[in-house]
């Protein structure tokens, strides 16, 4: 079966058909859907600001991950919900659309660097400013930060995209 028939056939389930026809399930889920992403977006930013040196610098970073990273993975969990309610409701708009695909890569990966990159941080005696990570701080933050930009402006975008 290619992606063409499963989203025709997620198109023609009950719960496909009822999330598209109670109208005021897709306005809500997408509502938010939206906070969500102001909530992962908001955690980046302040945690990769401050891996940067930019911003919360009379903070270490460990303090500032600790305290964001939860809100990032509550809200990741959100968006990982929402997002399934979108793309069972309208599948043909979500499964069939490149920039759909281009996001969801994206956040594979900006996951993947989220943990790699600030879990390390989290443990009391991982030092950032010792070895190869000295180097790569700064820029993995502008890359992570960059990455999650791109995440919202896909997510965006998949609404002109076919």
Known sequence: MNMREAAAQLYRTAVSTEIREVTWVIPTVQSIHIVAIAVVLGSAIVTDLRLAGVLATDETPRTVVRRHLPWMWGALLVLLATGIIM???????????????????????????????RLPILNPEFRIEHGRWAKMVKPMAWASLLIWIAVVYCGRWIAYAI
Not at 87 to 116: C, H, I, Q
């Open 87 to 117: 793309a069972v409701g309208e599948p043909n708009r979500v499964l069939m659309n490149n920039v759909f695909w281009l996001k969801m890569s994206l956040v594979l990966f900006a996951f993947v660097l989220t943990l790699l990159f």
